[in-house]
């Protein structure tokens, strides 16, 4: 397991869920003159956006984040997204939340088994970046904190050998193997099967440095080449025209990360539903022994999280990732609970942090009390009390 791998992670899921949110609220915007207080407009999305990004870009937040540091479970970055989602006016119900991950988390999933090679991983997290600074060229101050991770990156990551990249590809591929969630986009694309697997293609460029498959060479014991012999291939490989640009600025030559929801088409997620992979989902609720660690995690990580409160008597805006109200609920109502992920409420203060260490020092971690979520209109209550 590699110990850089977090970072990487969490920059590119969260990148995924800006296209999605961006993606929906543009959908349900009115124009400002004709909407009305309970509907959503352009300037109540680029506040959003903007309250997002600057929350997830928070400098402590990074500091913390790119301590070297092994990857936590699926519930405690679940946890993470939570409250980052609701950093602004919007609020999403858990039916709504719980589809956002699983189009952040596959989306993700299919970039990192498609990179031509391991490096390229940060060549995808750079295509997040990018689009991410588009999403706030407004905000000066904003966007100083994109550039300011930008500069991070690529002072911690350009550094690593291909050997390190490969042992991070390996982390993620592991933290994702047992997630097989059908998305319609990439069932229409006949990129995935109907058992949520995706389909990888056997054609196309090859990995930057490498030549087109093809020719086998044989040397002799003194490395001279005494005999080629040709082969023909299954699959049509080309030889890449250049490697991405790994600067601040320039051309990335890869598309993965990029964003696939800019052309119009609809957001939509269907549970595979087999038997495998309930079983396989269930294996995750199985109680953890590094439960006290993970929230330890969770109550460092979201001590650089400034989250801010609506203001005034505003109670939010509510934003649904399905096309009506009557899908959203009946989603909530016939997902698995196996599938859906438990609120865990943390209070990320410096005092109560310090307490929170001690307590679990002292007892064992029990499970999230069934009232803990919800509070407020279709409010996820994440890390607001112990």
Wanted: charge should be negative; charged fraction near 25%.
């Amino acid at each position: 397991m590699s110990a850089r791998t977090l970072p990487l992670l969490f920059l590119n899921l969260g990148g995924e869920m800006l296209y999605i949110l961006d993606q929906r609220l543009r959908a349900q915007s009115i124009p400002g003159e004709k909407a009305r207080k309970d509907e959503w407009t352009d300037v109540d999305r680029k506040r959003v956006m903007n309250d997002i990004i600057s929350t997830m870009f928070n400098k402590k937040f990074m500091e913390e984040l790119f301590k070297p540091q092994e990857l936590y479970s699926k519930k405690a970055l679940r946890t993470v997204y939570d409250r980052l989602a609701h950093a602004s006016i919007m609020r999403l119900n858990q039916a709504s939340m719980d589809k956002l991950y699983d189009l952040m988390t596959m989306a993700f999933k299919y970039q990192v088994l498609l990179c031509p090679r391991p490096r390229d991983i940060l060549l995808v997290t750079f295509n997040h970046l990018d689009a991410i600074k588009d999403f706030v060229y407004e905000s000066p101050a904003i966007l100083n904190q994109v550039d300011e991770t930008f500069r991070q990156l690529i002072e911690t990551y350009t550094c690593l050998s291909d050997g390190e990249f490969q042992l991070i590809r390996q982390t993620l591929l592991i933290f994702f193997q047992d997630m097989h969630i059908r998305v319609s986009i990439f069932l229409k694309d006949k990129v995935q099967n109907s058992n949520g697997r995706f389909v990888l293609p056997i054609s196309g460029p090859v990995p930057w440095g490498t030549e087109v498959p093809g020719l086998i060479r044989i040397f002799n014991h003194k490395g001279v080449e005494v005999k080629r012999t040709e082969f023909t291939t299954a699959g049509n490989y080309v030889t890449p025209q250049r490697e991405g640009s790994f600067e601040l600025y320039g051309d990335r030559a890869l598309k993965l990360g990029t964003n696939m929801y800019s052309v119009s088409r609809p957001v939509e997620t269907h549970m595979a539903g087999s038997s495998k992979n309930v079983a396989s989902h269930a294996k995750n609720i199985t109680p953890n022994p590094l439960a006290k660690e993970e929230l330890n995690f969770l109550a460092r990580l979201m001590g650089g999280l400034d989250i801010q409160k609506p203001a005034g008597g505003e109670t939010g805006f509510r934003l649904n990732l399905f096309t009506t109200d009557e899908e959203e609920e009946h989603a909530a109502q016939t997902r698995p609970e196996e599938l859906s992920y438990k609120v865990i409420n943390i209070e990320a203060t410096q005092e109560r942090r310090e307490e929170l260490s001690r307590i679990l020092g002292e007892m064992e971690v029990a499970e999230p009390r069934p009232d803990s979520a919800g509070k407020g209109e279709d409010l996820l209550a994440l890390m607001d009390e112990l």
